[in-house]
């Protein structure tokens, strides 16, 4: 018994052998169905628009079980005067992610958002036949990123054309919106000296390290779940740098599209009282309000003995803000230090600038038209929770980014936790396809040469397999191939 164990593998071995050789053999289907694929494009083209220019061209492609090295030919497209290969064209090989199948990619942006580069890495290495590198985990995220801002600049200029489509058309009389600014650290490279910083960014961090983020979510209401905790519904969420006029219209845009807003009646927006809040507010036509968290969190940071703050508290409660600023204005003159004043000071100030948004819409006594079924309307102030989309990735974990890097991210990290990425990417108006094929074949023209030339010489190509032992996975691929089912019979 001991020398049987030593001499077979465990069954931990076992495993990872078998996979790799499973995964060399997907790679080589791949390779054949990409060459059987290419030879019917070659017959099947528009010969008057695309000329052949190169049989053979090689090319690589990283997927879920490894590299793919394949060949395709090249031909040259007489209208539009350009350079293709009908087969990547053809197959979508090519996404904007680089060399890297969709598959593939979604897996390394799935993993990067949720862990640091190299581990993310490790793990694609690991859980795939394919082997990573932290640099190209971070190559994949960025192209992933830029395919997302590719599509929300061509989705803004087709709502400026009047020609956009819907996400989903979300039915709501009431939209409820949040905006908050999220601090991000900085590559060293890309702090500035001081007094030097860019057009546009209005306020940098005291150390020049950091730079706010503008983020931004938008949902109907609430839902109630088993447990009895309540999530909001149909929520968004949005976040870039930049100037806060370049967020507004691309987050309208994104608003545009998921929801039907000519059907809204009324519009709410939660912020901490920062002027570009309220200048979104007042274009969009909606009610400013005080995040009450923001509200406590000046009240408690400001005021430091309990009888002071359960009196402004009260205030608030009663729905008294004359009430209020007049507290803290006779605790300002009764405070018997500076520091003391100067807190009370600024406490003041920033609930006089906010006084017409102090109080919550509930508090107001505004009316909202009746929520849809399952859904329920509730206190606002969940932003800094979703603010975990972007901070539990990008802010807590001490890393620092290039701009560029953080706006890919955090596109992902938006995206992903509210809509899902399929639906920023796949469900946007896309282009209009290219007419790369003539009309199929006759049934009087398939058995015989259709012109002149290298035209037909994909008729006469073998099957794939032809010449190789036929188990019952390669059947089932010439089966694809042929358009025909595979009889069950074949895997019993």
């Avoid at 009389?173 to 590559?187: G, H």
């Avoid at 906010?354 to 849809?372: A, F, K, M, Y």
């Avoid at 955090?410 to 809509?419: D, V």
Wanted: net charge neutral; hydrophobic share 35%; glycine share 10%.
């Amino acid at each position: 018994m001991k020398n049987i164990t030593e001499e077979q593998p465990d069954f931990k071995t076992f495993e990872s052998k078998l996979f790799e050789t499973m995964c060399r053999i997907a790679c080589g289907l791949i390779q054949q169905y990409l060459a059987w694929r290419d030879l019917g494009i070659m017959g099947l083209r528009d010969k008057s628009r695309y000329r052949l220019i190169d049989k053979a061209r090689e090319s690589t492609i990283k997927t879920i079980f490894g590299e793919v090295n394949y060949s395709r030919r090249y031909y040259y497209d007489i209208e539009e005067s350009r350079y293709v290969f009908l087969l990547d064209e053809a197959m979508g090989i090519f996404s904007g992610y680089g060399l890297v199948s969709e598959n593939l990619a979604e897996q390394i942006v799935n993993e990067c958002a949720d862990k640091p580069f190299r581990k993310a890495a490790a793990s694609i290495s690991v859980l795939t036949g394919q082997g990573i590198s932290a640099m190209g985990a971070w190559n994949v995220v960025q192209g992933y990123g830029k395919a997302i801002d590719g599509q929300q600049t061509r989705l803004t200029e087709l709502y400026d054309s009047g020609s956009v489509g819907h996400l989903g058309g979300i039915s709501s009389r009431v939209l409820f919106e949040e905006y908050d600014d999220v601090w991000i650290n900085r590559q060293r490279a890309q702090r500035r000296k001081p007094g030097a910083a860019a057009k546009g960014d209005k306020k940098i961090g005291p150390k020049l390290g950091k730079l706010p983020m503008h983020a931004g979510i938008a949902y109907t209401g609430w839902t109630e779940q088993k447990d009895g905790r309540y999530s909001t519904a149909d929520k968004i969420a949005y976040a870039s740098f930049g100037k806060t006029s370049k967020f507004r219209e691309t987050f309208g845009v994104l608003l545009n599209q998921r929801f039907d807003m000519d059907g809204i009646e009324r519009r709410i927006t939660n912020g901490d009282g920062e002027a570009w809040i309220r200048r979104t507010a007042e274009e969009n036509d909606s009610i400013l309000q005080l995040d009450p968290f923001h509200r406590s969190k000046a009240i408690v940071k400001a005021v430091s003995d309990k009888s002071d703050r359960n009196l402004l508290f009260d205030a608030i409660g009663g729905k008294d803000v004359d009430k209020l600023l007049s507290s803290i204005c006779e605790m300002a003159l009764d405070a018997q230090d500076e520091p003391t004043q100067d807190k009370l000071s600024k406490l003041y100030g920033y609930f006089h600038s906010n006084t017409d948004s102090l109080l919550t819409w509930q508090e107001r006594g505004i009316g909202l038209p009746s929520p849809p079924e399952g859904i329920v309307y509730r206190g606002m102030g969940v932003q800094e929770s979703s603010n975990c989309l972007i901070t539990q990735r990008m802010k807590n974990r001490r890393g620092s980014w290039s701009d560029g890097g953080a706006s890919n991210m955090a596109r992902i990290l938006c995206f992903r936790g509210t809509i899902g990425l399929d639906a920023i990417l796949c469900d946007l108006p896309e282009p209009e396809p290219i007419e790369a094929f003539a009309e199929p074949l006759s049934a009087a023209k398939a058995p015989l040469h259709d012109g002149k030339g290298y035209g037909a010489d994909w008729l006469f190509a073998p099957m794939p397999f032809d010449e190789a032992f036929k188990t019952h996975g390669r059947e089932a691929i010439r089966g694809m191939l042929r358009m025909k089912p595979v009889s069950a019979l074949h895997f019993i």
